[in-house]
Protein backbone atom coordinates (compact mmCIF):
# COMPACT_ATOMS: atom_id res chain seq x y z
CA UNK A 1 0.00 0.00 0.00
CA UNK A 2 2.66 2.20 0.54
CA UNK A 3 4.35 1.80 -2.53
CA UNK A 4 1.29 2.18 -4.44
CA UNK A 5 0.80 5.64 -2.68
CA UNK A 6 4.37 6.92 -3.44
CA UNK A 7 4.01 5.57 -7.15
CA UNK A 8 0.51 7.43 -7.18
CA UNK A 9 2.04 10.61 -5.51
CA UNK A 10 5.20 11.04 -8.20
CA UNK A 11 7.45 13.34 -7.38
CA UNK A 12 9.27 14.62 -4.88
CA UNK A 13 8.17 11.53 -1.85
CA UNK A 14 10.32 9.02 0.43
CA UNK A 15 7.99 6.23 1.46
CA UNK A 16 9.02 4.63 5.10
CA UNK A 17 7.03 1.99 6.61
CA UNK A 18 7.59 2.36 10.80
CA UNK A 19 5.57 2.66 13.69
CA UNK A 20 4.92 5.32 15.19
CA UNK A 21 4.72 3.56 18.82
CA UNK A 22 8.22 2.62 17.99
CA UNK A 23 11.08 4.72 19.16
CA UNK A 24 13.60 2.53 16.85
CA UNK A 25 11.49 3.14 14.04
CA UNK A 26 10.93 7.38 14.62
CA UNK A 27 14.78 7.14 14.72
CA UNK A 28 15.20 5.27 10.79
CA UNK A 29 12.09 7.99 9.52
CA UNK A 30 14.17 10.99 10.50
CA UNK A 31 17.50 9.57 9.39
CA UNK A 32 15.78 9.19 6.48
CA UNK A 33 14.88 12.93 6.46
CA UNK A 34 18.26 14.33 7.29
CA UNK A 35 19.49 12.24 4.36
CA UNK A 36 17.63 12.87 1.50
CA UNK A 37 16.37 16.68 2.63
CA UNK A 38 18.26 17.62 5.08
CA UNK A 39 15.36 19.71 7.12
CA UNK A 40 11.58 19.75 8.24
CA UNK A 41 9.55 22.69 7.23
CA UNK A 42 6.05 20.90 8.00
CA UNK A 43 5.38 17.89 10.94
CA UNK A 44 2.20 16.63 11.15
CA UNK A 45 1.77 14.52 13.80
CA UNK A 46 -1.44 12.69 12.90
CA UNK A 47 -0.50 8.79 13.89
CA UNK A 48 -3.52 7.14 16.55
CA UNK A 49 -5.84 5.03 17.08
CA UNK A 50 -9.45 5.22 18.56
CA UNK A 51 -9.30 1.88 20.83
CA UNK A 52 -12.57 -0.10 21.62
CA UNK A 53 -15.17 0.73 23.50
CA UNK A 54 -14.45 -0.25 27.02
CA UNK A 55 -16.25 0.91 30.23
CA UNK A 56 -13.91 1.18 33.10
CA UNK A 57 -14.64 -2.07 34.35
CA UNK A 58 -13.85 -3.89 30.78
CA UNK A 59 -10.36 -1.95 30.57
CA UNK A 60 -7.38 -4.16 30.15
CA UNK A 61 -3.84 -3.45 30.01
CA UNK A 62 -2.73 -4.31 26.30
CA UNK A 63 -5.47 -1.92 25.75
CA UNK A 64 -4.08 1.45 27.81
CA UNK A 65 -0.65 0.80 27.01
CA UNK A 66 -1.24 0.51 23.19
CA UNK A 67 -3.38 3.53 23.15
CA UNK A 68 -1.32 5.74 24.94
CA UNK A 69 1.72 4.15 23.07
CA UNK A 70 0.85 5.25 20.11
CA UNK A 71 -1.63 7.91 21.05
CA UNK A 72 0.32 9.59 23.30
CA UNK A 73 4.02 8.07 23.57
CA UNK A 74 4.24 8.30 19.81
CA UNK A 75 3.20 11.36 19.01
CA UNK A 76 5.53 13.46 21.56
CA UNK A 77 8.76 11.55 20.71
CA UNK A 78 7.51 12.28 17.41
CA UNK A 79 7.77 15.84 17.49
CA UNK A 80 10.55 15.64 20.14
CA UNK A 81 12.62 13.61 17.09
CA UNK A 82 11.68 15.90 14.60
CA UNK A 83 13.26 19.48 16.53
CA UNK A 84 16.38 18.98 15.76
CA UNK A 85 15.69 18.85 12.07
CA UNK A 86 13.43 22.26 11.98
CA UNK A 87 14.06 25.03 9.38
CA UNK A 88 13.17 28.32 10.79
CA UNK A 89 9.58 29.26 10.96
CA UNK A 90 8.83 25.60 10.36
CA UNK A 91 5.36 24.51 11.32
CA UNK A 92 3.93 21.57 13.69
CA UNK A 93 0.67 20.00 13.89
CA UNK A 94 -0.69 17.22 16.51
CA UNK A 95 -3.96 16.16 15.99
CA UNK A 96 -6.08 16.00 19.08
CA UNK A 97 -9.75 15.30 19.65
CA UNK A 98 -12.89 16.64 20.56
CA UNK A 99 -12.62 13.45 23.07
CA UNK A 100 -10.11 15.62 25.34
CA UNK A 101 -12.64 18.10 26.25
CA UNK A 102 -16.25 16.15 26.03
CA UNK A 103 -17.28 13.34 28.66
CA UNK A 104 -17.14 9.94 26.35
CA UNK A 105 -17.99 7.48 28.84
CA UNK A 106 -17.04 4.13 26.70
CA UNK A 107 -13.96 5.50 25.53
CA UNK A 108 -12.20 6.90 28.74
CA UNK A 109 -8.77 5.92 27.87
CA UNK A 110 -8.55 7.56 23.84
CA UNK A 111 -9.85 10.72 25.74
CA UNK A 112 -7.19 10.34 28.60
CA UNK A 113 -4.36 9.89 25.68
CA UNK A 114 -5.67 13.12 23.34
CA UNK A 115 -6.27 15.06 26.36
CA UNK A 116 -2.45 14.53 27.04
CA UNK A 117 -1.12 15.99 23.81
CA UNK A 118 0.62 19.19 24.74
CA UNK A 119 -1.75 22.39 24.27
CA UNK A 120 1.61 24.98 24.00
CA UNK A 121 4.75 25.02 21.61
CA UNK A 122 7.75 22.61 22.78
CA UNK A 123 10.86 24.92 23.99
CA UNK A 124 12.73 25.65 20.32
CA UNK A 125 15.69 23.28 19.55
CA UNK A 126 17.90 26.15 18.40
CA UNK A 127 18.34 30.08 19.92
CA UNK A 128 17.23 31.22 16.55
CA UNK A 129 14.57 28.58 16.19
CA UNK A 130 11.37 29.51 15.69
CA UNK A 131 8.04 27.78 15.03
CA UNK A 132 4.25 27.49 14.57
CA UNK A 133 2.22 24.50 16.52
CA UNK A 134 -1.13 23.96 16.42
CA UNK A 135 -2.97 21.44 17.96
CA UNK A 136 -6.31 20.22 15.85
CA UNK A 137 -8.59 19.93 18.79
CA UNK A 138 -12.37 19.50 16.85
CA UNK A 139 -13.65 17.99 13.58
CA UNK A 140 -16.80 19.04 12.58
CA UNK A 141 -18.20 17.42 9.41
CA UNK A 142 -19.97 20.07 7.24
CA UNK A 143 -23.04 18.93 4.54
CA UNK A 144 -21.85 15.56 2.36
CA UNK A 145 -19.35 16.57 -0.59
CA UNK A 146 -17.77 19.13 1.46
CA UNK A 147 -14.62 19.20 3.48
CA UNK A 148 -14.97 18.91 7.00
CA UNK A 149 -14.46 22.06 8.77
CA UNK A 150 -10.89 21.73 11.50
CA UNK A 151 -11.36 23.75 14.43
CA UNK A 152 -7.74 24.46 15.18
CA UNK A 153 -5.83 26.36 18.17
CA UNK A 154 -2.49 27.94 16.49
CA UNK A 155 0.63 29.28 18.70
CA UNK A 156 3.86 30.72 17.97
CA UNK A 157 7.11 30.17 19.50
CA UNK A 158 9.05 33.54 20.64
CA UNK A 159 10.77 35.01 18.03
CA UNK A 160 13.73 36.74 20.07
CA UNK A 161 16.59 34.41 20.75
CA UNK A 162 16.31 31.97 24.00
CA UNK A 163 19.08 31.15 25.99
CA UNK A 164 18.52 28.34 28.50
CA UNK A 165 18.68 31.01 31.68
CA UNK A 166 15.50 32.70 30.21
CA UNK A 167 11.77 30.91 30.47
CA UNK A 168 10.02 30.18 27.15
CA UNK A 169 6.87 32.21 27.17
CA UNK A 170 4.09 31.22 24.56
CA UNK A 171 0.84 32.84 24.17
CA UNK A 172 -1.96 31.37 22.11
CA UNK A 173 -2.97 34.59 19.73
CA UNK A 174 -6.14 34.78 21.73
CA UNK A 175 -4.35 37.59 23.63
CA UNK A 176 -5.02 39.53 20.69
CA UNK A 177 -8.77 39.92 21.53
CA UNK A 178 -7.63 41.06 25.16
CA UNK A 179 -5.70 43.90 23.75
CA UNK A 180 -8.82 45.16 21.41
CA UNK A 181 -10.65 45.02 25.14
CA UNK A 182 -8.25 47.17 26.51
CA UNK A 183 -7.48 49.61 23.63
CA UNK A 184 -11.41 50.37 23.97
CA UNK A 185 -11.37 50.99 27.45
CA UNK A 186 -8.62 53.40 27.04
CA UNK A 187 -10.79 54.98 23.83
CA UNK A 188 -13.72 55.22 26.10
CA UNK A 189 -11.22 57.41 28.58
CA UNK A 190 -9.82 59.94 25.90
CA UNK A 191 -14.12 60.50 25.04
CA UNK A 192 -14.84 61.00 28.65
CA UNK A 193 -12.07 63.42 29.03
CA UNK A 194 -12.45 66.08 25.94
CA UNK A 195 -16.20 65.52 26.81
CA UNK A 196 -17.49 63.55 23.77
CA UNK A 197 -21.29 64.47 25.39
CA UNK A 198 -20.89 68.13 24.06
CA UNK A 199 -19.15 67.56 20.43
CA UNK A 200 -21.97 64.87 19.53
CA UNK A 201 -24.42 67.38 20.46
CA UNK A 202 -22.97 70.02 18.65
CA UNK A 203 -21.90 68.25 15.22
CA UNK A 204 -23.58 64.88 15.25
CA UNK A 205 -26.65 67.08 16.91
CA UNK A 206 -27.58 63.86 18.19
CA UNK A 207 -29.30 64.39 22.06
CA UNK A 208 -27.33 62.16 23.56
CA UNK A 209 -26.53 61.78 27.59
CA UNK A 210 -23.85 60.74 29.94
CA UNK A 211 -25.81 57.81 31.13
CA UNK A 212 -26.49 56.76 27.52
CA UNK A 213 -22.63 57.19 26.86
CA UNK A 214 -21.79 55.10 29.73
CA UNK A 215 -24.43 52.49 29.52
CA UNK A 216 -23.81 51.41 25.78
CA UNK A 217 -19.80 51.22 26.63
CA UNK A 218 -20.30 49.13 29.21
CA UNK A 219 -22.24 46.95 27.13
CA UNK A 220 -19.37 46.99 24.64
CA UNK A 221 -17.04 46.57 27.18
CA UNK A 222 -18.90 43.30 27.87
CA UNK A 223 -19.14 42.36 24.46
CA UNK A 224 -15.13 42.48 24.32
CA UNK A 225 -14.43 40.90 27.68
CA UNK A 226 -16.82 38.04 26.19
CA UNK A 227 -15.09 38.32 22.99
CA UNK A 228 -11.77 37.31 24.12
CA UNK A 229 -12.48 34.30 26.89
CA UNK A 230 -14.43 32.96 23.68
CA UNK A 231 -11.31 33.14 21.65
CA UNK A 232 -11.34 31.53 18.16
CA UNK A 233 -13.58 28.41 19.27
CA UNK A 234 -16.00 31.62 18.01
CA UNK A 235 -14.30 33.37 15.73
CA UNK A 236 -18.07 35.08 14.60
CA UNK A 237 -17.98 36.70 17.66
CA UNK A 238 -14.38 37.58 18.19
CA UNK A 239 -14.27 39.11 14.51
CA UNK A 240 -17.39 41.10 15.49
CA UNK A 241 -16.12 42.80 17.97
CA UNK A 242 -12.72 43.59 15.94
CA UNK A 243 -15.56 44.77 12.80
CA UNK A 244 -17.12 46.91 15.47
CA UNK A 245 -13.78 49.05 16.49
CA UNK A 246 -12.93 49.62 12.80
CA UNK A 247 -16.64 50.65 11.95
CA UNK A 248 -16.69 52.99 15.11
CA UNK A 249 -13.19 54.30 14.87
CA UNK A 250 -13.97 55.55 10.81
CA UNK A 251 -17.59 56.21 10.90
CA UNK A 252 -17.80 58.35 14.52
CA UNK A 253 -14.48 59.69 14.76
CA UNK A 254 -12.48 60.06 10.85
CA UNK A 255 -14.82 60.73 8.44
CA UNK A 256 -16.36 63.11 10.74
CA UNK A 257 -13.44 65.27 11.25
CA UNK A 258 -12.54 65.07 7.52
CA UNK A 259 -16.29 66.57 7.10
CA UNK A 260 -16.49 69.03 9.77
CA UNK A 261 -12.77 70.01 10.49
CA UNK A 262 -13.79 69.76 14.28
CA UNK A 263 -11.83 67.37 16.30
CA UNK A 264 -13.79 64.18 17.70
CA UNK A 265 -13.23 62.85 20.99
CA UNK A 266 -12.12 60.01 20.97
CA UNK A 267 -9.82 60.53 17.30
CA UNK A 268 -6.43 60.00 18.78
CA UNK A 269 -7.31 56.12 20.05
CA UNK A 270 -9.20 55.49 17.29
CA UNK A 271 -6.46 56.00 14.50
CA UNK A 272 -3.24 54.85 17.00
CA UNK A 273 -5.15 51.83 18.40
CA UNK A 274 -8.60 50.68 16.71
CA UNK A 275 -7.30 50.60 13.11
CA UNK A 276 -3.97 48.99 14.05
CA UNK A 277 -5.52 46.64 16.61
CA UNK A 278 -8.85 45.83 14.53
CA UNK A 279 -6.83 44.75 11.31
CA UNK A 280 -4.19 42.70 13.59
CA UNK A 281 -7.84 40.87 15.19
CA UNK A 282 -8.18 39.95 11.26
Not at 33 to 57: N, Y
Not at 144 to 151: D, L
Not at 183 to 191: D, I, L, Q, S
Amino acid sequence: MLDEAVRAIGRNVTGVQSDAANLDDLDRLFDTVKQEKGSIGVLFASAGMGGEAQKLGEMTETNFDATFGLNTRGTLFTVQKALLLFNDSGSIFMTGSIASVKDCPDYRVYSASKAALPRRPPPPAHRHHRCAFARLTQYRHGRPGSAPKIVSRIYRCPVSPVTSHQPIIAMSHEYILWIATIAYGVHMMEETIYNWHDWVRRVLKLQAEWSEFYLVNAIVIVFGVSSAMIGWRCPAVSLAFAAFMLVNAVLFHIVPVLVTRIFSPGLFTAIVLFLPVGTWVY
